[in-house]
């Protein structure tokens, strides 16, 4: 059940706990886990799983912890203490950067679990069990597919096509979005094993494009959207500003970061694409989304 950076814990030296004085011996049989340290422990899988943990829950996950004190688990042990250095790192990052690493992080967390699980671990079955109560799965699969992977598809696709190629749309409503789970659900099955895991990644790869989006200059954010979207699509005025600065345009286009930028959401939308269809488009004139192809196709 344990995640994070892990290091190695190094037994007392017989030899020493032979000749040690009493004070220091004390020192030696001490918790190797704190009580401070299994609620902070409890708290960082509570962040990463995204589980508000009831009081039993909390409880279950120290009994865990004192268990593999009990049975001299260094190997848990480790993993126990590497998480906290994880968590302690988070911890001074912004808010904006702890989204990135948890949407990042919680399909390699889930994949760990399941394999541990398969193995035989019961603090691996209990939390994956714990995360899929609080996440309930609306179709089977490898990962199974959840709300929060198909939330991320539709806001990816609102983001794509609001922000980057400029087209305007209202939010979708609660009412679509119910349609959307229906369909997705109905379909996920017949997606490849690939790219029901690429699906998962999409909560991940949306926090971080918005985040990157987000602290993108104003000229940065024209020229990607002229790049993804073609120059057609901005106003004659974008057109005209961007024309003002091409040798500037033109340097952008050979930075490492800004290629990384084009290149992670010409593959959102390609990979949106394949799996979902074309990304849906506002027809004013029908006052609804219209979209065909891939598992979703047409909804008010």
Known sequence: MTMGTTFTLHSPSPTLAATAPPSLLLAQSAPQITEQMIQKYIDFLSYATEIQFSPAQRAQIRTFVQGYMRDGDQKSISEVKGSLTTYDKLLVQSAEEREVVRKQARPIILTQLQQEAIAGKEDAKWLLNAYYQAHPPIASGNPPLTRDMVDAHIEMEHFLLTQVLGQQAPPINAQTRAKVYQTAAAQYAQLSPQEQRS?????????????????????????????????????????????????????????????????TLNNMRQNTDIIMGTPPIWNPSTNRYEQRGGIITEFK
């Open 199 to 263: 699906f998962a990644e999409k909560p991940g790869q949306l926090a971080l494009t918005k985040y990157q989006w987000a602290r993108m200059s104003a000229e940065d954010r024209l020229m990607m959207r002229a790049q993804i979207g073609g120059v057609n699509s901005l106003s004659p005025q974008e057109q005209m500003t961007i024309s003002q600065f091409q040798q500037q345009a033109n340097q952008m286009l050979r930075s490492h970061n800004w290629n990384m930028m084009q290149s």
